[in-house]
Antibody, heavy 118, light 107 residues
């Protein structure tokens, strides 16, 4: 059974940093692309970033809204996906979901809440 | 970027009703279109991919179709557990983009 468990969310001041993690199990993690999607309170879904699998070279992709501030990475030895978030702004406040896949997002974690406020 | 325009933004329906939700892409995306269901306080759940293929375990009352750049999600007979918000998503190209969502409420 595929399981994705996010962690690392919390309250941070504007300009601060936070690192999210997503522990994956139930599938061959290194073979699959992974994606972060966020959802601001009461709003819709917004793609944040994707990273492809080893066989595809591990390329990364970012939404313009986070490019240069967020960094996606993966540790295939630990089946772990990460999102390093720097220079956080109030409009980054959202639930952050990790999802299996890059284009086709077939399984999602339960999400972790990030609140950016002074 | 490809814009996904979803309609209606909300609807009220009764158990047993047939429900139709539409999504229009701002440019051609072939059949690279997925539908998700999100219940309150829960993560999105994949329903349909490639415009009309049901994800494993999804009830057959859900169906999807494509006509050009217009896509449709149909729930043939609404059940109590179907009251939720539904999103379309294009995966033809980055950035991945989602429709604004359709909230299906109880009449």
């Amino acid at each position: 059974e595929v399981q994705l468990v996010e962690s690392g969310g919390g309250l941070v001041q504007p300009g601060g940093s936070l690192r999210l993690s997503c522990a994956a199990s139930g599938f061959s993690f290194s073979d699959f692309a992974m994606t972060w999607v966020r959802q601001a309170p009461g709003k819709g879904l917004e793609w944040v970033s994707s990273i492809v699998g080893i066989s595809a070279g591990g390329s990364t992709y970012y939404a313009d809204s986070v490019k240069g501030r967020f960094t996606i990475s993966r540790d295939n030895s630990k089946n772990m996906l990460s999102l390093q978030m720097d220079s956080l702004r109030a409009d980054d406040t959202a639930i952050y979901y990790c999802a299996k896949g890059d284009f086709l997002l077939d399984f999602w974690g339960q999400g972790t809440l990030v609140s950016v406020s002074s | 970027d490809i814009q996904m325009t979803q309609s209606p933004s909300s609807l009220s329906a009764s158990v047993g009703d047939r429900v139709t939700i539409t999504c229009r892409a701002s440019q051609g995306i072939s059949s690279y279109l997925a539908w998700f269901q999100q219940r309150p306080g829960k993560a999105p759940k994949s329903l349909i991919y490639a415009a009309s293929s049901l994800h494993s375990g999804v009830p057959s009352r859900f169906s999807g179709s494509r006509s050009g750049t217009d896509f449709t999600l149909v729930i043939s007979s609404l059940q109590p557990e179907d009251f939720a918000t539904y999103y379309c998503q294009q995966y033809n190209s980055y950035p991945l983009t989602f429709g604004g969502g359709t909230k299906v409420e109880i009449k």
